[in-house]
C-alpha cells in the first residue's frame, strides 16, 4: 500500500503562484508515476501533470503547459505542483495519485485532495 497526503492548497488570488505537495509513504518503491489531477465543482476529474518517479520525465495536459511544473523528490518521497499565474478556472480539488504501471485509474493510489480556490 502506498498513502498520499497533499498540502498546500488554498484562498488566492489570481495571478498568483502555489505550490501543492504529494507526502508519500508506505511501499513507494513501488511507485512507477505520479500525478496530479483535479476536479472542479460539477465536472469530472481531470489529468494535470505526471512525473516517471525514476526518470523525472514529465507529461501535461495541454491545458496547462506552460503554467504548472511538476516535480518530485525521490529522497523525501514528495511530489509537488507549482503552479504559476493562477487562474480563477484553475479552481478545483487537486489529487496526487500513484501508480506502478504508466497509466492511473481508479484503483491506484490516491490522495485525499486539497482544495484550490482562486478569486479573480
Known amino acids: 500500500q502506498v498513502q498520499l497526503v497533499e498540502s498546500g492548497g488554498g484562498f488566492m488570488q489570481a495571478g498568483g503562484s502555489l505550490r501543492l505537495s504529494c507526502a508519500a509513504s508506505?511501499?513507494?518503491?513501488?511507485?512507477?508515476?505520479m500525478g496530479w489531477f483535479r476536479q472542479a465543482p460539477g465536472k469530472e476529474r481531470e489529468f494535470v501533470a505526471a512525473?516517471?518517479?525514476?526518470?523525472?520525465?514529465?507529461y501535461y495536459a495541454e491545458s496547462v503547459k506552460g503554467r504548472f511544473t511538476i516535480s518530485r523528490d525521490d529522497v523525501k518521497n514528495m511530489s509537488y505542483l507549482q503552479i504559476h499565474t493562477l487562474k480563477p478556472e484553475d479552481t478545483a480539488v487537486y489529487y496526487c495519485a500513484a501508480t506502478s504501471t504508466t497509466r492511473f485509474t481508479a484503483s491506484d493510489y490516491w490522495g485525499q485532495g486539497t482544495q484550490v480556490t482562486v478569486s479573480s
Open positions: 508506505g511501499r513507494t518503491f513501488s511507485i512507477y508515476r
Open positions: 512525473i516517471s518517479w525514476n526518470t523525472g520525465n514529465a
